[in-house]
């Protein structure tokens, strides 16, 4: 399989799909460490280059996983992390912090987890309402001059604040959610992103395994992330099960699975705001990172995005249990 590439910035081109390592860590649900690996490894393997973790998934459980990989292969993959997150956010026991003061502590914690002596993207993980924003990134841009980190990322920011953020330093990627069914960063961060130059990279672009068809609420355990958000409740569910009907129907006119269908949408929607995007579909199995992998293929017709667009607009619940935490809720 080759895997073409993106560049999201200057001096950061990764592969066109990455993967995203919060699934290695017992976030949804518990984790074999092997196969995790294993996992890890073959995404490497056909191609996918760039991996995305971050210091709070499982405690420092993932950007340990990801440093077993890194062990062998850190020359073959751009390599992001990010902070600000604390607490444990499977049980809803979370703050942000983004002091300045905190950032090189944070950073040199997740080096010495990942065993590298730098990251080609750190991101900010969520924006502190306490702190300027611009002082959090001026913090993590000494740690470009100590070569710590190579460019600069955020998460979850608004346009508003990317726009003040690149004001500091250039922002080489914006990760926000975005997917069929979470649609609201297209208002005003998706085309501040494409203004300004500012690669994205979608989180949960299958909707944490809703849109792949993958989720099954009789087996979800009790300490599932997928608990906390109103969409995945007993009273939404019925109703988005008419989303991913949909996501099934097309995919089955292209001969393609649900996710594939979800990815490749994400595609299309990045060339038509003409912005360098590079989704982070996670998972725990190799069978499905080849999948994942296939939508790179795929082509939707006009007529087929068209229906698919439509999706949010019939979606059950908001994406986050407190709006103030995305984008969304500060925009």
Do not use: C
Request: proline residues 5%.
């Amino acid at each position: 399989m080759t895997v073409p590439t993106v560049t999201l910035a200057e001096g950061l081109t990764v592969s066109a799909q990455g993967y995203g390592a919060m699934s290695v860590a017992p976030v949804y649900g518990p984790v074999d460490p092997a196969e995790a690996l294993a996992t890890l490894h073959h995404a490497v393997d056909i191609g996918i280059t760039f991996i995305d973790t971050a210091n709070v998934y499982g405690e420092g459980s993932s950007e340990r996983a990801v440093g077993e990989l890194l062990k062998d292969r850190r020359d073959e993959v751009q390599l992001a992390t990010k902070f600000g997150l604390v607490g444990n956010i499977a049980n809803g026991q979370r703050g942000i912090n983004g002091d300045p003061a905190y950032v090189p502590q944070a950073l040199d914690e997740s080096l010495g987890r990942l065993g590298v002596d730098h990251v080609d993207l750190y991101y900010l993980h969520r924006v502190d309402p306490n702190v300027p924003i611009e002082d959090t990134v001026g913090a993590i841009a000494e740690q470009v001059k100590a070569g710590k980190v190579r460019n600069i990322g955020l998460s979850e920011a608004t346009g508003d604040e990317l726009r003040r953020a690149y004001g500091v330093h250039p922002i080489a990627a914006i990760q926000s959610e975005w997917s069929i069914w979470s649609r609201d960063v297209e208002n005003k961060v998706v085309p501040t992103a494409a203004e300004l130059g500012v690669g994205f990279v979608p989180f949960s672009p299958v909707g944490r395994g809703f849109l792949a068809g993958s989720f099954d609420a009789e087996t979800l355990g009790d300490n599932d992330l997928r608990r906390r958000f109103p969409r995945f409740s007993d009273s939404a569910l019925p109703a988005n099960q008419k989303v991913l009907d949909v996501v099934r129907a097309v995919g089955e006119e292209l001969g393609a699975t649900p996710a594939q269908v979800s990815l490749a949408w994400l595609d299309a929607k990045g060339r038509q705001y003409g912005l360098p995007s590079v989704s982070i579909p996670g998972t725990r199995f190799a069978a499905r990172v080849t999948e994942n992998a296939g939508a790179l293929d795929i082509v939707l017709s006009e007529d087929q995005v068209a229906r698919l667009d439509s999706l949010a607009a019939i979606t059950e619940g908001f994406r986050s249990a407190d709006l103030n935490w995305v984008s969304q809720g500060r925009e």
